[in-house]
DNA sequence: TATGAATGAGGATTCATTCAT
DNA sequence: TATGAATGAATCCTCATTCAT
């Protein structure tokens, strides 16, 4: 298996750094290549074009991403607790670790729509976490009945999405995991005042 | 004035179905050019470079965009009232126009950040209805007082940015329209039960 | 004649002074047009194309240069004072006119070898002016009369040539015309001591 | 070192033709690989874009000129040999790669100011040889003593030049290396009779 | 004559990918 | 496995010239 040899990794961490760094388009091959330690062609025989070391990056990362969020909400004992569990590992991860912020929210999103029907795909197991956590709020009844999943997936990671998205915009300026709490109140309560 | 003149609008209505029906990346000038039925060298006459073009299509697209929904919400008397207008003028207006849909949610983010940085300057002006709203809300105590309007914004404009990918994604197979009414719902109850 | 007609002349101060700023590339016929406040379709009342322009520039300059120098060496009695007195006036009227002397010394030898052509013809009567001093300076004994007329003619021409070329490339800090007398002495005595 | 390996020197050569025949500007660089026969893309693996083709190959074949010039003169005992050799050689050289003297007399002078800049300074050891001939000539007491350096320098390039120039013009039909010893004369004695 | 909006041909350069070693 | 020299396709923009007014 490619996967673990030490050199697959390296090129991964090396693309990472490298688009965080140098944004999508200056990220050449060679540049990641040069970075990684290895020669230009070496990439070929782990990843089969440009397109696969960033679809790699994204299921890498976001597998960790997702598996870490899976491990944190997995005692929390009701639906609300996972979902700010959920939000605070979210905002936690891409906060501790930038290079891959600045990837996915901004430089990734550059890809042509192909490549994002890939990386959709990859995000697929963090939408069915929503989901799953929509549905346990719904039969145990702290969430309303007649919610449609689908609307609230789309809120819940509609919200977290821009509101990491807005951080990297504004350069990190503030603390993104301070805002978790509220992110999940106005979630939970909405807009109106009862 | 350049914008006024009719070849300005030939120009950026051929950019916006040629960049939804080739994408981003292979919207070359001289297809645009020929769409809009002037010589490749006359673009250049009514803007600076591709880049200009793109910018602008944005601008005068989001212009109307905002305009419309500005005049839509204006004789709404409550907060909440304009929220659902504005949810349902911002589905509408994509849903009517599916090319400019595709390429406001998906081609135009392939743009590099320094473009992203003129495109977000245009899209101000819509944040503001939004917080307009959200103030409005809160001072006829619609809204609940402790509200953070940066983080209300965010979920508001996330959630309709999201659901319109995700239909856009799907190939527009149900009616985005339809939507509204239960994204105003979630927006404004939340999920909780009370 | 459209020779004489006041756009005519307009356009080609114009050009000179155009040219001498921004250089040969960058002179673009709007450049021109601009510069003469005439349209760029004006110009084509008067100029077949671009080039027409750049050789009607050196025939109207080198006419006048020629023509000053004709008249400069007309009253002078022997070879040895005709060809002072041209050197003088060929150095003096560039140093008087550094535009000119730009464009004759940099920016005309941009020009491709077909262009190059038309500009000899208008060089020649030049070149007969020289031949015609040559002549009388071996008829009058006071140059040698196994001299081969070409090859004077080259080397006086050369010299002067380069040695204005040198001075309008190490910008003109130095004065030109004070070189004159050296540059005869030179010429009529050659490099042997006795 | 790039400039010895022999797709640099193809690169080189294959430029002097291709210039030579087509003119500088219809030089296109795929021309010039396809003249090299290597793909467009190779050029730039060993120069840094078109317009170091061009220097690249000026310094080259002026690197050759040159050397051969300092090793003819080298066992010569009196300036006035030294100098007929650099005729003789500066002649023969162009004569003999009528490509190189097409390129050097008439295309290179195409090149804008800036590139000629880059130029002279590889002419600049040409100029030197020349400045010590005279030196040489002057301390030997065969060149007058009272001899400005600079013109002199100006006078004998700029008679070669013009030279050589007039020949590549007028088609080489005649044989430049035969007028050598007549343009020494023409140096060494000037036009007057004593 | 004069205008100036419109035309459209033309070329240097980058960089993902290959393949001989 | 690993290398890295070589490949060659692909495109934005300028500007001389035209022509309807």
Redesign the pocket.
Not at 38 to 42: Q, Y
């Given at each position: 298996m490619k996967k673990n040899?030490p050199?697959y990794k390296q090129i991964i961490d090396a693309a990472v750094v490298v688009i965080a760094e140098n944004g999508y388009h200056?990220s050449?091959?060679?540049k990641i290549a040069k970075k990684a330690g290895?020669?230009?062609?070496?990439i070929?025989?782990y990843f089969k074009?440009?397109e696969d070391i960033l679809v790699s990056v994204f299921e890498e990362k976001m597998g960790q991403f997702i598996e870490e969020i899976e491990k944190g909400i997995s005692d929390k004992q009701t639906a609300n607790d996972k979902l700010l569990t959920l939000i605070m590992l979210h905002f936690r991860q891409l906060a501790d670790n930038h290079h891959l912020a600045t990837v996915t929210q901004l430089e990734l999103r550059q890809s042509d729509p192909q490549l994002r029907l890939k990386i959709n795909k990859v995000l697929k197991p963090y939408l069915l976490v929503i989901d799953s956590i929509i549905k346990e709020g719904i039969e145990g009844s702290s969430f309303r009945d007649n919610l449609n999943t689908q609307l609230v997936r789309q809120m819940i990671f509609g919200t977290l999405d821009e509101t990491v998205t807005n951080w990297v915009m504004k350069e990190r300026k503030y603390d993104l995991v301070a805002q978790a709490e509220d992110v999940h109140a106005l979630l939970i309560n909405g807009l109106s005042v009862s």
């Open positions: 040899k050199k200056a050449q091959v060679s290895v020669a230009d062609g070496t070929y025989l074009n440009k």
